[in-house]
């Protein structure tokens, strides 16, 4: 589903140049769940904005289902994210004004969706993540956890193939960051291709996999029974910090 080949992504800052991603290349097939861990700087948000389509690598190949993004123009990337990818973002970025249902059925609004299908999309779309009975309420009347799950239902209600996550649970308490990991592996377990960035190794030890990065490298790949172990240097400060562009819900 996706190749990353000798990706690299630079930028220019005060006569130098920065290496948020540094030569990465990886394959990742449709239906894995993959965690990106690090500290800060080190590539992570980078990472997914490339792929999430939010930017382009500076050098090297990003193939989606075969597809180079680098020789796409904006409108076909634009689709791409409307139509094949969803993104749930730390901050739960849900319109005050709009009560839960309407949240969800924002996307469809764009993508032309007849109403009433987007009525039998919305109401699908809370169920799967335990929230029909709040569909009425507007974010301040749900607690954080029901709002994360609420901009979950809204990134998957376009039935997308790959769910990026990034930082999904930093705003929540324990409790209501089991919770809402529960209901987006139980998405990738009905196949959703999922990709979670995090810098907490408890989090990263739920995923298949987990991808470590380093000044803009991957320095580690770690399969599920290996990931405490491998994975407890990533709290310790790194050398140098990398600025990286953060993530839009554009």
Known sequence: MIELDGVYRTYAMGGQTLHALNDV????????????????????????????????PTRGVYRLNGADVGS????????IRRHKIGFVFQS???????????????PMVFAGVPRAERRERVAAALAAVGLEERAGH???ELSG?????????RATVMRPQLLLADEPTGNLDSSSGRHVMDVVEGMNADGLTLIVVTHDPAMASRANRA??????????????????????HISEPTR??????????A
């Open 138 to 140: 507007r974010p301040a």
């Open 240 to 249: 140098r910090t990398i600025p990286s562009r953060m993530p839009s819900s």
């Open 72 to 79: 796409l123009s904006e409108e076909e990337l634009s689709s």
């Open 92 to 106: 739960f970025h849900l319109m005050s004004r709009l009560d839960a249902a309407e949240n969800v059925a924002f």
């Open 25 to 56: 290349s990886e394959a990742i097939e449709a239906g894995d769940y993959v965690a990106v861990v690090g500290p800060s700087g080190s590539g992570k948000s980078t990472l997914l904005n490339v792929l999430g389509c939010l930017d382009r």
């Open 211 to 232: 991808l470590v990065m380093e000044d803009g490298r991957v320095v580690q790949r770690a399969e599920r029974g290996e990931l405490r172990l491998s994975l407890i």
């Open 145 to 153: 956890g029901e709002q994360q799950r609420v901009a979950i239902a």
